[in-house]
């Protein structure tokens, strides 16, 4: 089963702009991390970001993270053509133990509009 | 650094066909990942080894899908027989320590499998 479901499923927007992913999962974590995936590739790790962390951020990017709320979000700021891609959240559960692995939501496709 | 390498990159067979995927994760990862992404949504996994041997395979349908690490390093995932529903993009993580705080999983090019 899914654990992390992103929102909006698809966005698009003009370059320059900024883009907002939200992702909301259901178990308590270890950590939360974000993966972009281009058309046809494979998956490439963004950002992570642990449970006692609130906010990250890694050049254009910045991840929050509400434990409370059990959400997540990725803002990309002035963002280019080459941000269009798939981004998935992936939730690293707390209860695996020592079976530390990732549950991956559906993903928000993005489209920046040249 | 080399990344994780996977080969084929495609590959088209009828169903009842057998296939194998194989995976060369970044040296010295100990954790390896086997996932099925179907058209459309994110990475399901299937297998989880640390080293030589099986973490997780909860997931893997062991009716038709087997895999094996052997040595601790190179993978293959094998499906016999096919369905239809296999149709999917077969993509092979690797991890260093995940359970002492290196937890970033790096990903593969997949294999492309279409099941006619």
């Known amino acids: 089963s899914q654990q992390g479901e992103e929102d909006p499923q698809a966005l698009s927007i003009q370059e320059g702009e900024n883009a907002t992913m939200n992702c909301s999962y259901k178990?308590?974590?270890?950590?939360l991390q974000w993966y972009r995936q281009n058309s046809g590739r494979g998956l490439v790790h963004l950002i992570l970001i642990r449970s006692n962390e609130r906010e990250k951020h890694s050049g254009r990017l910045r991840v929050t993270l509400d434990t409370s709320k059990k959400s997540s979000s990725l803002l990309i700021t002035a963002s280019r053509a080459a941000d269009t891609a798939s981004y998935f959240c992936a939730t690293d559960p707390l209860a695996r133990g020592s079976a530390r692995q990732l549950t991956f939501g559906s993903g928000t496709q993005l489209t920046v509009l040249p | 650094e080399a990344g994780v390498a996977q080969s084929p990159r495609y590959k088209i067979i009828e169903k009842r066909q057998s296939v194998a995927f194989w995976c060369n994760p970044i040296s010295g990862h100990a954790t390896l990942y086997w996932y099925q992404q179907i058209l459309g949504q994110g990475p399901k996994l299937l297998i989880q080894f640390q080293n030589n041997g099986v973490v997780d395979d909860s997931q893997l349908p062991k009716d038709r899908f087997s895999a094996e690490r052997l040595k601790g390093v190179d993978s293959t995932l094998k499906i016999q027989p096919a369905k239809l529903e296999d149709s999917a993009v077969y993509l092979c993580a690797s991890s260093l320590a995940p359970d002492r705080g290196r937890e970033t999983q790096y990903f593969g090019p997949g294999t492309r499998l279409l099941v006619l």
């Open positions: 178990t308590s974590i270890n950590n």
